[in-house]
Nanobody
Framework: QVQLAESGGGLVQSGGSLRLSCTAS????????VGWYRQAPGKERELVAA???????NYLDSVKGRFTISRDYNKNTVYLRMHILKPEDTAVYYC??????????????????WGQGTQVTVSS
């Protein structure tokens, strides 16, 4: 079993920055890809950024150039640095560890290991 814990969310003005952290209870990066998802009220949970076991990264088009995903092996932590935040970035952000990361979830069944989520609110 793997436990994931997110932190770093909060309220920020449009154009501001935040750094989210996802800390795993044990070393997982050589086994699982890790993704940051977000879910706004009434919307699907979507993959925002992902980092693969070999360190490759992928981003949702709308966050490219603004968000950066990275990891620290020593701390078993994945970070999501978010810059030039916009009101449409407002959502609960979750981290997920799994062999395969889905681009989005439309239902209520989720796969892999998940954190509890952290709220990001961007005011205009």
């Amino acid at each position: 079993q793997v436990q994931l814990a997110e932190s770093g969310g909060g309220l920020v003005q449009s154009g501001g920055s935040l750094r989210l952290s996802c800390t795993a209870s044990k070393s997982i990066f050589s086994t699982y890809a890790v993704g940051w998802y977000r879910q706004a009220p009434g919307k699907e949970r979507e993959l925002v950024a992902a980092i693969t076991t070999d360190g490759g990264t992928n981003y949702l088009d709308s966050v490219k150039g603004r968000f950066t995903i990275s990891r620290d092996y020593n701390k078993n932590t994945v970070y999501l640095r978010m810059h030039i935040l916009k009101p449409e970035d407002t959502a609960v952000y979750y981290c997920n560890a799994d062999i395969f990361l889905r681009e989005h979830y439309s239902g209520s069944t989720y796969y892999g290991y998940w954190g509890q989520g952290t709220q990001v609110t961007v005011s205009s």
